[in-house]
C-alpha cells in the first residue's frame, strides 16, 4: 500500500470503461503470466535478481514485483529497444557480456560472486562501473551504457509496467478506451487516484 495513495488500487477498475478487454489481458499476463527462464543461464539469473533487488529494493511487498523474468523473455524472444549504435552487438550479446564483466569485477575486487557481495560493496562496485573504473573485461558496450541504458533502465521499464507499481504513484493505468481529459498540470479525471493529504 503507498502512503501517498493509501486507498487507491488501480485494479479495482477491471469492470469500468477504463480497460477493454485487450487491456484485461495484458494486464492479467502481467499479473500471472510471469515467464519461466528461457535464455539466461542460472548464474547470470542470480545475478540479475541482486542487481534488482539493488537497484530497486522492495523489502515492503510480500510479492515482489517481478522483473528478471520479463527480462529473460525479451531477451528469449530477441525483443529490445530496436536500436544499437554503431559497432555494438546485439542486445543479447550486450547483456551476456555486461553481466559477465560485472560478475568478473565483482570476483577480481572482492573474490566472491556480486549476489555474495554485502550492500555496500554492491553499490561500491555498481558506482565505478558507472564511473567506468573497471578492468578490461568490457568490451562492446561501455560499463556506464550498459549499467544505466540497459539495466537501469530496463528493470525501471517493467517495474513501472506493473499494477502495483501504478498503485504507489496513483497511476490510473492503460487509457484505453476511456482516455484522459484532464491533462493539465494539478489536474486529475474523477478515475483517478487522490494523493493523501
Not at 495484458?26 to 503470466?33: P, S
Not at 514485483?65 to 552487438?89: F, N, Q
Not at 560472486?113 to 562501473?129: H, I, N, Q, T
Amino acid at each position: 500500500m503507498s502512503e501517498r495513495y493509501p486507498d487507491y488500487e488501480v485494479l479495482d477498475k477491471w469492470d469500468s470503461p477504463s480497460f477493454d478487454e485487450v487491456t484485461r489481458k495484458v494486464l492479467a499476463r502481467r499479473l500471472d503470466g510471469v515467464p519461466d527462464r528461457r535464455f539466461l543461464t542460472v548464474e547470470e539469473w542470480e545475478l540479475l535478481e541482486a542487481l534488482a533487488a539493488h537497484l530497486i529494493p522492495q523489502p515492503e511487498r510480500a510479492r515482489p514485483i517481478p522483473v528478471v523474468p520479463w527480462i529473460d523473455a525479451m531477451l528469449a524472444d530477441g525483443d529490445g529497444s530496436g536500436s544499437r549504435r554503431t559497432g555494438e552487438p546485439h542486445d543479447a550479446e550486450v547483456w551476456r557480456t555486461g553481466l559477465a564483466a560485472i560478475e568478473n569485477e565483482a570476483r577480481r575486487r572482492h573474490g566472491a560472486r556480486f549476489v555474495a557481495l554485502e550492500p555496500s560493496m554492491r553499490e561500491m562496485l555498481l558506482r565505478e562501473v558507472q564511473s567506468s573504473v573497471v578492468s578490461d573485461g568490457w568490451t562492446g558496450v561501455a560499463p556506464k551504457r550498459f549499467l544505466i541504458e540497459f539495466v537501469l533502465k530496463t528493470m525501471t521499464g517493467i517495474y513501472y509496467s506493473h499494477p502495483d507499481a501504478w498503485n504507489e504513484i496513483g497511476f490510473g493505468g492503460p487509457a484505453s478506451p476511456r482516455g484522459y481529459v484532464r491533462l493539465q498540470l494539478d489536474k486529475h479525471d474523477p478515475w483517478e487516484a487522490d494523493e493523501a493529504k
